[in-house]
């Protein structure tokens, strides 16, 4: 900004004073350049760490209930077991990308600095200890059950069978987890079928052992 006669402003200012007003229009032109270019790394790291949990979330969900009806007499010949089971192996497949995507924008996220350590170590991130915390013991669940589904000719059965139902444990601790830190879970649009899923989930399960303990008394 000139005056009349050509001089700065700012060449009156005290030597601290210039470099405050330098600094400050630093600022604004970082932060226009910001909003012409429209989203910056740190908000797009942001909204693929959100989009990555929501879907790992829903697509873990409707694992979950094609893994029980599997099981369980309520769908028994309401589809064909080949279809499901396929339909079954293609989303406990198809979730895990997203959750491993979730979890590498959050170690990139300035924010939340999480570190490889933090992965696999709950309640070490001063940053939302407890939400992050249960998702790292998720995460740790999601590993074993990995794990051991891929080396599940290699196990007792029954061991197996108790191992994989820790994917159930695992949901919870996923749901507690974007319950507690996600802010789309604040919205009524993500939060109604987030809690329809739940429900439903929790009811199946009960339902299936039921049945179950039905069929074993009939029988």
């Known amino acids: 900004m000139r005056h009349a006669h050509g001089c700065r402003c700012g060449d009156r200012l005290p030597g601290s004073a210039r470099r ?75 979730w895990v990308p997203f959750v491993l995507l979730h979890v590498l924008t959050m170690t990139m996220d300035s924010v939340a600095r999480v570190g490889p350590l933090d992965l696999v170590i709950p309640f070490r991130v001063p940053y939302a200890a407890l939400p992050v915390g249960l998702g790292t013991i998720g995460f740790d669940l999601l590993l074993i059950v990995g794990v051991t589904s891929y080396l599940r000719r290699h196990l007792d059965p029954v061991a197996w069978r108790w191992l994989h139902r820790l994917s159930y444990v695992m949901f919870g601790l996923f749901a507690l987890h974007a319950l507690l830190a996600g802010s789309d879970f604040a919205r009524p649009l993500v939060l109604a079928p987030a809690a329809g899923v739940i429900a439903f989930i929790a009811i199946v399960s009960l339902a299936r052992l039921a049945f179950g303990r039905w069929q074993t008394t009939a029988h």
């Not at 350049?33 to 697509?59: I, N, Y």
């Open 20 to 94: 405050a007003l330098r600094a400050r229009a630093c600022d604004h032109r970082r932060r226009w350049h910001a909003a012409r270019r429209g989203v910056t790394l740190d908000q797009l790291l942001w909204l693929s760490s959100r989009v990555a949990a929501l879907t790992a979330f829903f697509t873990l969900a409707a694992a979950l209930v094609t893994g029980q009806a599997l099981r369980s007499a309520m769908f028994e010949g309401a589809v064909r077991n080949r279809e499901l089971s396929n339909l079954h192996r293609f989303l406990t497949i198809c």
